[in-house]
């Protein structure tokens, strides 16, 4: 009796099963942004290596020091970097009177010694970047209610971030397909995932003068400022890269020496 009881049971199970497989379902309504949304575009830098593979490429340090002054003239009015010290655009070929200057022409914030109230003072080398705003409601109060995220680890924080960054800076000059309205105050940009941006577009051909005379398309400021940002989210990939193939040769080595090790350590025994 308990067996076929058991046997009922399953019995339902099954064909409520196959009803649910049969029974035609509500199609799910597809969303709209998913056919304008775009991937990010193919783009390459010295640093990524031959082929793109990551695994020699050095930076270049020219690239660097652009980048860096697209992001001082440009990107820093809204955006922070509070991981990047002055002192760590050494890295970049600037010299320390160069770092020193770089440091002294930004104010961050201090306190007067003499009465306690709050001052700013000139940047000293030790000082990360100043955030451009004092706090989030008044960087927000600024931009349409939307927050310039820090972005010293941006092409981290994004899949696929330096094709995603550079994409997403040169994705503002692509006309919305008919009939999609853009929200006030927002931007069209499709490589944006709501399509729907609140930052303007950042860059325009011409925009700024380039120290060391190159032209200042806005493809080349993007790759550029880029180029800086791969470096700020990983300032040691350089190392990392040289300790890399240091490791491999190494082991390639000592696997020789072990297989010798072993024709001599058996030599003598028969099989
Ligand atoms: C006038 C202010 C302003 C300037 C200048 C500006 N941004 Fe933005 N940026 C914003 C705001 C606001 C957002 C947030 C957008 C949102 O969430 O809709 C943003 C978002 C971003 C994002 C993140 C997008 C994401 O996936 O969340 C990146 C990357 C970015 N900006 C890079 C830059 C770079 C590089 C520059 C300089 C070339 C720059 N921005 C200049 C205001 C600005």
């Known amino acids: 009796m308990v067996r076929l009881f058991g046997f009922g049971a399953g019995l339902v199970f099954v064909i409520a099963l196959l009803v649910a497989a049969v029974l035609p379902r509500d199609a799910?309504?597809?969303?709209?942004?998913?056919?304008?949304?775009?991937?990010p575009r193919d783009a390459q830098w010295q640093h990524d290596g031959p082929m793109g593979l990551g695994v020699f490429g050095t930076f270049d340090r020219a690239q660097l020091q652009r980048g860096f002054q697209v992001y001082k003239e440009v990107c820093s009015a809204c955006h922070g970097m509070n991981q990047i010290a002055f002192r760590n655009l050494s890295a970049l070929g600037f010299s320390d009177a160069e770092v020193k200057a770089l440091a002294r022409s930004k104010e961050v914030p201090s306190i007067n010694p003499q009465t306690g109230e709050p001052a700013t003072r000139p940047a000293l080398p030790s000082d990360r970047f100043p955030d451009p705003?004092?706090?989030?409601?008044?960087?927000?109060?600024?931009?349409?209610?939307?927050?310039?995220?820090?972005?010293?680890?941006?092409?981290?924080?994004?899949?696929?971030?330096?094709?995603?960054?550079?994409?997403?800076?040169?994705?503002?000059?692509?006309?919305?397909?008919k009939g999609f309205e853009?929200?006030?105050?927002?931007?069209?940009?499709?490589?944006?995932?709501?399509?729907?941006?609140?930052?303007?577009?950042?860059?325009?051909?011409?925009?700024?003068?380039?120290?060391?005379g190159t032209k200042a398309t806005t493809d080349q400021m993007a790759k550029d400022v880029t180029a800086f940002l791969r470096w700020a989210s990983e300032p040691e990939l350089e190392v990392r890269r040289q300790t890399g193939v240091a490791t491999m040769i190494f082991l390639a080595i000592l696997t020789l020496l072990a297989y010798l090790t072993y024709r001599k350590v058996w030599a003598g025994v028969k099989h």
């Open 28 to 39: 799910v309504p597809e969303d709209p942004i998913k056919k304008i949304h775009l991937y």
């Open 133 to 177: 705003f004092p706090n989030e409601t008044t960087a927000r109060l600024a931009n349409n209610n939307a927050l310039p995220p820090d972005l010293s680890l941006i092409v981290k924080a994004r899949p696929d971030g330096q094709r995603y960054v550079y994409s997403l800076l040169t994705g503002y000059d692509k006309a919305p397909p």
């Open 182 to 212: 853009t929200p006030a105050g927002l931007h069209f940009n499709p490589y944006f995932h709501s399509v729907n941006i609140a930052m303007a577009r950042p860059l325009n051909d011409g925009q700024i003068e380039y120290a060391d």
